[in-house]
C-alpha cells in the first residue's frame, strides 16, 4: 500500500469536511421542525381542527308553554332539555328558588350567558342562585337554581320563563 501524496490527502480532507458541514447542517433544519419549528402540516391539521369545532348558535323561536310542569320540555331556539325539578322557599336568604336540570343537545357547548330567567313580578336575586358558571359541554347536564326576590306563596300561580320555555301554575306542586 502506498501512502497518499498531499494532493490526494487535500482532496480527501476537503470531501470530508463538505460531508461533515452538510450533514450538521441537515441536522440543524430537521431540528428545529422536531423542536417545535413551524411545519406546513402541523399547522394545516391545527387550522382544520380549530375550523371543525361547533360553534354555538340560538335560533330565534316562539316561546313554548310547558303542558305538563314535571315533564322534560325541549327549548327549540337553544336546543336544551329543560326539567322543572322543585320550587320553595329560598334557604340561602329571602324569598324563593326555582330548581331546574338543564342538559345540552348541541354538539357546541352552550355559553353561559345562553339561559335567560324570568319570574314574572319578581326580580332576580343572587342568594340562592346557582347559574351556569361556566359553558355546559356537549351533552352534559346541570342542576341549576334560580332565586327571586317574590315569596313562596307567590309560586302557587307563577309565570317562569327560561330560555323559550314558559312554566305556568303551581310551581310548588312538581
Known sequence: MQAPNAHEERHTMHTTTKLGTIVVISLLLGGCSFFGGDSSDAAASASASAAASP??????VSPITAAE???????????????????????????????????NLNEAALPTDAL??????????TE?????????????????????D?????LSNARFTIGNIIYQGDLTNV
Open 69 to 103: 310542569l314535571d315533564k322534560p320540555q325541549t327549548d327549540p331556539g337553544l336546543n336544551v332539555e329543560i326539567t322543572l325539578q322543585a320550587a320553595g322557599y329560598n334557604p340561602a336568604g329571602t324569598g324563593s328558588v326555582i330548581y331546574v336540570l338543564v342538559k
Open 128 to 148: 340562592g342562585t346557582i347559574g351556569l358558571d361556566l359553558p355546559l359541554g356537549s351533552g352534559a347536564a346541570a342542576n341549576l337554581q334560580y332565586a327571586f
Open 55 to 60: 360553534v354555538f348558535q340560538a335560533k330565534e
Open 116 to 125: 335567560t330567567v324570568h319570574l314574572e313580578g319578581a326580580n332576580p336575586i
Open 150 to 154: 317574590a315569596p313562596t306563596s307567590a
